[in-house]
């Protein structure tokens, strides 16, 4: 059986170097003082992860009689690889399951707190998307102990601590939170336990780039962390019919979905202080806004090589003839920098801003390439505008669920055709199309998802365990 006090003074060897090895780094800070990372076959020189080498597992057999080797994978490779352990003559192998089990026995003994709701929007990131306008209703409605799994302590308001997102106090709040509320899968080592309820928010809405299972083919390693999170999911909410028959297939869920709208949309409906994010992004209220917000496939080096930003801005102020700032953010999987920067006067990188639906009620035009925010901007009535210079490679590897002529949305594949398109905006023809696709693809939202996820919540706590 494996013990944490077996980490005391032995070298630990953690066998694999993907999501789970990384959650589990994490999860062992401070225990993992002597620690190599190993793999099948020697990695090319100098890799690591988190800070710690890895290695060849070969390389690493003069550990076969002190190392405790933990096999940090999803169960359809551990027992192929335990075989392979033994046969080099490691002795104290033990798999990811066994190291929770472990954990759970600790965090377990504590009992559930009936007001305790734990949130988390994208594996850590800030305080944004669904579950933050979840946050701000029970925030109203007080008595609530209110948690944030989160990479930094930083941008949250009061009544809303935090915990290191990955770390042992994480799996602590995990353990005891009588509610869970996430935008994203959670990670294989998260379980949930009688009494606890679990609700996902999902991060996207509309008929647009496909997911999950409706993919195809999933990598093992995947398909397995999407299995174990929606088999602890107690409710979905959906934003719209064509989300709750994508629960069905493409998440393969078999619970109950709650039909409320997407909460993070609810400041469409509500509105908000366009000066204040305006003042907090340090632009000018008076000029116009363009949001870029490209999906993971690029990256930043790559956005700025494709859209010539300074041509939209010159277009924009040649048709309107006031100004425009023109926001840059890439998605949340790909963004590493350290913070918002200004790449011009005009031109401002907006990527770590926490909540994105505040930039979309903010920005009067959006461009963007098959990110699913095309839909929520567009509940707006504003103008999108889909530039994508790469659509047959990204529909060979996505896909899509409808071909871009049924999307009312402008399509563009060069600077020259972005440029005709935003000169010649056809106003009233975009809004009869856009009236069109919401008869067929009936969105849900209507300003009060946030308000009626929160009373489901309360009902929750209220019922007990």
């Known amino acids: 059986m494996f013990s944490l006090d077996m980490l005391k003074g032995n070298a630990a060897i953690i066998y694999g170097a993907g999501g789970v090895a990384v959650q589990l780094i994490k999860l062992l800070a401070g225990r993992l003082a002597d620690c190599r990372i190993a793999v099948s076959e020697r990695p090319s020189e100098g890799r690591d992860l988190l800070g710690f080498r890895i290695y060849g597992i070969e390389e690493l057999e003069g550990y076969r009689e002190e190392a405790v080797v933990i096999i940090a994978t ?23 399951d066994d190291v929770m089990e472990c954990i759970y026995r ?21 305080y944004g998307c669904n579950p933050k306008y979840i946050a701000e209703e029970l925030r109203k409605r007080g008595g609530v102990d209110i948690v944030w799994a989160a990479d930094r302590e930083e941008g949250f308001p009061e009544g809303v601590r935090t915990v290191q997102y ?40 509309g008929p647009l780039k ?81 949001l870029y917000a490209p999906t993971f496939r690029n990256n930043l080096e790559a956005v700025e090589d494709g859209l ?18 023109l926001l840059v953010r890439q998605h949340p999987d790909i963004c590493v920098c350290g913070g918002d920067r200004r790449v011009s006067e005009t031109i401002l990188d907006v990527s770590r801003y926490d909540d ?3 930039l979309l009620w903010t920005s009067d035009i959006l461009i963007t390439d098959y990110s699913s925010i095309m839909w ?47 000169m010649n905006y056809d106003e009233s023809g975009y809004l009869s199309d856009l009236d069109e696709f919401f008869v ?5 939202d209507k300003g009060t998802a946030s308000e009626k996820a929160a009373k489901r919540i309360l009902g929750v706590i209220e019922c007990g365990t």
């Open 308 to 325: 010539d930003f300074e041509r939209v801005l010159q277009v924009l102020q040649e048709r309107d003839g006031e100004e425009y700032v």
């Open 74 to 96: 999803t169960p359809s490779y551990q027992k192929e690889i335990r075989v392979t352990l033994k046969s080099l003559g490691f002795r104290r192998v033990y798999t990811i």
């Open 356 to 358: 994105v639906q505040e």
């Open 210 to 290: 496909k997911i999950e299972y409706d993919m195809g083919i999933l990598p093992v390693s995947y398909r397995e962390t999407l299995d174990h999170d929606m088999d602890m999911v107690d409710l979905c909410l959906s934003g719209m019919c064509f989300t709750t028959k994508q629960y069905r297939r493409a998440f393969r869920y078999k619970g109950e979905i709650a039909e409320y709208g997407c909460p993070r949309n609810d400041i469409f409906f509500k509105g908000g202080s366009r000066d204040a994010v305006m003042k907090k992004l340090g632009i000018d209220g008076r000029k116009g806004i363009v």
């Open 440 to 444: 067929k693809y009936h969105p849900y």
């Open 166 to 205: 990955g770390s042992y106090e994480h799996y602590r709040e995990l353990a005891t939170a009588r509610v869970w509320v996430d935008n994203q899968h959670k990670g294989y080592l998260a379980r949930k336990r009688a009494g606890q309820y679990y609700i996902q928010t999902w991060h996207g809405c």
């Open 376 to 422: 929520d901007f567009s509940l707006q009535r504003k103008p999108v505008y889909l530039y994508h210079t790469d659509v047959n490679a990204y529909e060979k590897e996505r896909g899509f669920y409808l071909t871009f002529s049924e999307y009312p949305y402008m399509e563009v594949c060069s600077n020259d055709e972005l440029a005709a398109a935003l």
């Open 106 to 126: 600790e965090l377990y003994v504590q009992p559930i707190v009936n007001n305790k709701v734990l949130l988390s929007n994208f594996h850590g990131r800030g």
